[in-house]
T-cell receptor
Framework: DTEVTQTPKHLVMGMTNKKSLKCEQH?????MYWYKQKAKKPPELMFV???????INESVPSRFSPECPNSSLLNLHLHALQPEDSALYLC??????????????FGSGTRLTVV | DQQVKQNSPSLSVQEGRISILNCDYT??????FLWYKKYPAEGPTFLIS?????DKNEDGRFTVFLNKSAKHLSLHIVPSQPGDSAVYFC?????????????FGQGTTLQVKP
């Protein structure tokens, strides 16, 4: 299995909803990442987990809450989002610890629309 | 402050010819560079990478060249195929930062015409 699987592929949520994005990989990768990509913009890092511990939070608003239940799973809990949070949310994993210059494997993303 | 720049938003080439995508960076701490390809509604797919200790890396039709003094890298695709039509992102990281953070360029949309 050489994939990063993200669910759901599409999500529409209201500003008062609570939802979660899920990411799963079975490659034994020990670093996992959440990126956000707005239309016609490059992906921007949100969070880094290394060995199941949060190592980087790029000043992301608290309405985004990451969780890493085990080495294969990464969640992003969403609450009270704003329409400007609508974007493609990408999960990625890498073989080595962050900084070891391993290439990422990206999932296909979750297209989130906040109404 | 955009540390990785892809100044050409789009590029169109004929099938069979060479595609050259360019990328410039400003942070001299970057020591690892990657190219990703992205189709609409999909995540980026890793293509090829290069460490700052090298100036060239080749993988099949794809070759990446790194000019550290100019802080410039380029991706050559030879021969170009219609299936190569996609958005190409250049990305850079700094091993010394130990964050694993990739900084992406704005992307270049490549169209390969049959």
């Amino acid at each position: 299995d050489t994939e990063v699987t993200q669910t759901p592929k599409h999500l529409v949520m209201g500003m008062t909803n609570k939802k979660s994005l899920k990411c799963e990989q079975h490659m034994g990768h020990r670093a996992m990442y959440w990126y956000k990509q707005k239309a016609k913009k490059p992906p921007e890092l949100m969070f880094v987990y290394s060995y199941e511990k949060l190592s980087i939070n790029e000043s992301v608003p608290s309405r985004f809450s990451p969780e890493c239940p085990n080495s294969s799973l990464l969640n992003l809990h969403l609450h009270a989002l704003q329409p400007e949070d609508s974007a493609l949310y990408l999960c990625a994993s890498s073989q080595g610890p962050p900084g070891a210059n391993y290439g990422y494997t990206f999932g296909s993303g979750t297209r989130l629309t906040v109404v | 402050d955009q540390q990785v720049k892809q100044n050409s938003p789009s590029l169109s080439v004929q099938e069979g010819r060479i595609s050259i995508l360019n990328c410039d960076y400003t942070n001299s701490m970057f020591d690892y560079f990657l190219w990703y390809k992205k189709y609409p509604a999909e995540g980026p797919t890793f293509l090829i990478s290069i460490s700052s200790i090298k100036d060239k890396n080749e993988d099949g039709r794809f070759t990446v060249f790194l000019n550290k003094s100019a802080k410039h890298l380029s991706l050559h695709i030879v021969p170009s195929q219609p299936g190569d039509s996609a958005v190409y992102f250049c990305a850079a990281s700094s091993g010394s930062s130990n964050t694993g953070k990739l900084i992406f360029g704005q992307g270049t949309t490549l169209q390969v015409k049959p």
